[in-house]
Antibody
Framework: EVQLVESGGGLVQPGRSLKLSCAAS????????MAWVRQAPTKGLEWVAS????????RYGDSVKGRFTISRDNAKSTLYLQMDSLRSEDTATYYC??????????WGQGVMVTVSS | DIVMTQGALPNPVPSGESASITCQSS???????????LNWYLQRPGQSPQLLIY???TRASGVSDRFSGSGSGTDFTLKISSVEAEDVGVYYC?????????FGGGTKLELK
């Protein structure tokens, strides 16, 4: 069974950093591209970042470009999202998702990030 | 950026009736390879989104055949035949033709 379990969320002050993790199991992690998608409270879905199966290709949404970094450790079957210079508008539930091209076929349960002073 | 616009449903929908959710893209999602780069997801209350339909009309594994996707290059429809209690939630369309990948604003389905 495919499982994606996010961790690392919490309350953080504006301008500070936070690193999210997503532990994958139930499939060969190194064979799949991955992504992060977020959802602000009571809002819709927003694609944040994507990474290729080997980690060499990454893409970012305009709202996080230059502040967030997606990475992966295939030996640990773990996906990461380093979030720097956090803003109040980054407050959201962050989902880790397995993807094939731009099709998100499995999602984690999500982790909440709150940016507030 | 490609803008995805979803229509509203005349909620609540009577159980057993059919429901159609519309989605419109600001640019054709039909690629020269013949594939349409459009997905549908359902987010049940309190849950993560789940994939329903990809490539506009292909049902994801385990998805009921009550769900079907259709459309042209810019206008798309997700049809749910015989709505059931488990179909309640918010439906999202999403394009992946171009970065940034974008979602529609969501369409809420409530059951009568």
């Amino acid at each position: 069974e495919v499982q994606l379990v996010e961790s690392g969320g919490g309350l953080v002050q504006p301008g500070r950093s936070l690193k999210l993790s997503c532990a994958a199991s139930g499939f060969t992690f190194s064979d799949y591209n991955m992504a992060w998608v977020r959802q602000a409270p009571t809002k819709g879905l927003e694609w944040v970042a994507s990474i290729s199966y080997g980690g060499s290709n990454t893409r970012y949404g305009d709202s996080v470009k230059g502040r967030f970094t997606i990475s992966r450790d295939n030996a640990k079957s773990t996906l990461y999202l380093q979030m720097d210079s956090l803003r109040s508008e980054d407050t959201a539930t962050y989902y880790c998702a397995r993807r094939t091209v731009g099709i998100f076929d499995y999602w984690g349960q999500g982790v909440m990030v709150t940016v507030s002073s | 950026d490609i803008v995805m616009t979803q229509g509203a449903l005349p909620n609540p929908v009577p159980s057993g009736e059919s429901a159609s959710i519309t989605c419109q893209s600001s640019k054709s999602l039909l690629h020269s390879n013949g594939k349409t780069y459009l997905n549908w997801y359902l987010q049940r209350p309190g849950q993560s989104p789940q994939l329903l339909i990809y490539w506009m009309s292909t049902r994801a594994s385990g998805v009921s055949d009550r769900f079907s996707g259709s459309g042209s290059g810019t206008d798309f429809t997700l049809k749910i035949s015989s709505v059931e209690a488990e179909d309640v939630g918010v439906y999202y369309c999403q394009q992946f033709l171009e970065y940034p990948w974008t979602f529609g604003g969501g369409t809420k389905l409530e059951l009568k």
